[in-house]
């Protein structure tokens, strides 16, 4: 699978995932398809994140959305409420995104579990075992126990719909 057929914004229904990131209180925001896309870390199409707003182009692959809501969810209140563009954060910040960001994609219908981690495969994540699912279901209960610290799961490894304070 090729970067250009990870699942894409335009190929979901954004209501959705605007109504999941706003149970965190995150804003979702799709610009123009001739648009920039302000607080894009990595580029154009990837997704882009200023304060609690996460900002999306029909080209954005729906794993970078996550994702980048994700980093909003784990940061903590200082970093977010001066945040644009760089979400910063140590190692196991980000093994708390990946884990966090394949937990809400098995709560969206129109991604789900199976294609986010193909997606983040395809994409170019890097795994220690070698691939996403490989490292969720065998090497990631370090970044679930980041995240039970943090109060974003909870013991059932559900999301609490908690921001990190």
Request: charge should be negative.
């Amino acid at each position: 699978m090729s970067p250009m057929n990870v699942l894409r914004c335009d190929e979901i229904d954004l209501t959705t995932l605007g109504e999941l990131l706003g149970r965190f209180g995150l804003r979702l925001e799709q610009v123009g398809e001739d648009e920039p896309i302000p607080g894009s870390w990595f580029g154009e199409p990837e997704a882009g994140i200023i304060a609690q707003r996460v900002i999306v182009r029909g080209d954005t692959p729906v794993h970078s959305a996550l994702h980048e809501s994700c980093h909003l969810i784990c940061m903590d209140q200082q970093r977010r409420a001066t945040l644009h563009t760089n979400a910063g954060g140590d190692y196991d910040e980000e093994n708390a995104v990946n884990y966090l960001e394949i937990t809400l994609a098995s709560l969206l219908p129109e991604v789900g579990y199976a294609r986010i981690l193909a997606d983040m495969d395809a994409w170019g994540y890097t795994f220690r075992l070698g691939s996403a699912q490989a490292w969720f279901e065998q090497d990631a209960e370090d970044a679930r126990q980041w995240l039970l610290k943090h109060g974003l799961l909870d013991s059932q490894g559900q999301p609490t719909w908690q921001l990190r304070t």
